[in-house]
């Protein structure tokens, strides 16, 4: 199986108060996701999970699989 191309995101400032990500992809056209108000929407877009749901929309990341949450075992001594 092949790896997916290598999508890179490259951030610019619209208007005063618009920003957008330009998402470059080889072979393919450039993707605009816009809506941002700062460079610090934009920052927190590409640092959080945002960027990763949306590579998955596009086919460009593995789907996540659901898992069952684990339950942790009680720290300590346990009180009965």
Not at 8 to 20: I, L, N, S
Request: hydrophobic share 30%.
């Amino acid at each position: 199986m092949s790896k997916s191309p290598r999508v890179t995101f490259k951030y610019k400032r619209v208007a005063e108060g618009d920003w957008q990500i330009e998402a470059h992809c080889p072979g393919v056209d450039i993707r605009f996701i816009s809506g941002f108000k700062s460079k610090a929407d934009v920052d927190d877009w590409l640092q959080g999970n945002r960027h990763l749901e949306w590579l998955r929309s596009q086919g460009y990341a593995k789907k996540r699989k659901d898992r069952a949450p684990v339950e942790k075992e009680p720290e300590g001594p346990a009180s009965e």
